[in-house]
Structure formats: structure tokens, C-alpha cells
């Protein structure tokens, strides 16, 4: 397992099971995971300063598993995406862009939690399925410029929409 976590440490290189990843002190810090396997961001990230891009990428077998919130410009998730909060996880985009905000090039499921997508001005895409048949999300919400989904959404409750619009209004 590859965990980007919020303790600083020395990183040591190439990422070794348990490796800490801290951002600079100050701006903000891009971030590219390319590890096979997992990788686990177990605590929030970019919750006092927002971190730059976060890539993961997309090799054979590769995860990515995120437990907390997570702040960032952008997001482009290149693995398959397993959201496992105890409580609703938001994942934030702060781009500019309108065509690029939060991407899962493989989908994401997260069985039994919530998902809160924010990309205001951004395009959220999702290339796979949101959820599955087996695994829904408790609820969905998604809040952005633009939304493509490649795939189907699953959830057991609420699945809230706020697209085409700067608004938190759904």
C-alpha cells in the first residue's frame, strides 16, 4: 500500500509501503501518484491550503482509495476510484477550466457512502460506472459546470444534480 497522508515525514524514493507525502509549505503543490497497487489517501488533503493537480495513474491492477475529503485544482483519477468514509466524502475541484475539474477514468464506487463531487466551474467526467448494482452509494450529489458520464450512476438514496450552473442550488 502507497499512503499519501497528512504527517510530514522524510520521503523516501521510490515510495516504500507506509510513505508519508507531504506538500510544500507554501502554493500550491502538484501531485502525481504513479504506483501499482494501492493508493490509499487515508486522511483529508488540501483542507487548509489546496493542493495543485492530483494524478493517479492507470496501471495494471492499480486503486486508488480515498477516506477523507480532498481538495485540489484538479483531479484525474487514471484507476479505479473506492470512496470508504465513515462519514460523506467530498472530493473539490477549484480549476478555472470548464473542461477539466475531477475525472475517473475507471469509475468509482464507494458501497454504502456518500459522495459530494464539487467542480463549480469545471467539467466533472466519469469514464465508468458511478456506484454498481451491488456496490451503490448511499447518495450522490454533484455540483458543476458540466457533467459526462460514461457509464451508470447506482445509489440507494438521493442522487442530486447541480449542473450548468455556478450555484450550490440542485
Known sequence: TNTVDDDPRTL????????IVSAASTGESN???????????????GQTSRVGDVTTDAGAGSTTTVRANFSA???DFGDAVLIDGSTPVTLNASTSSTTEGIRFRQGLTGPGDTIVLSAPNATIISNGNVGSSTDRFAAISVHGRNMILGGN????????LAIGTSSNDT
Open 31 to 45: 501531485l502525481t501518484a504513479n504506483v501499482s497497487g494501492l493508493t490509499l489517501f487515508n486522511a483529508a488533503v
Open 153 to 160: 450512476v447506482f445509489a440507494e438514496g438521493d442522487i442530486s
Open 73 to 75: 485544482t484538479k483531479m
Open 12 to 19: 523516501p524514493s521510490p515510495l516504500t509501503d507506509g510513505a
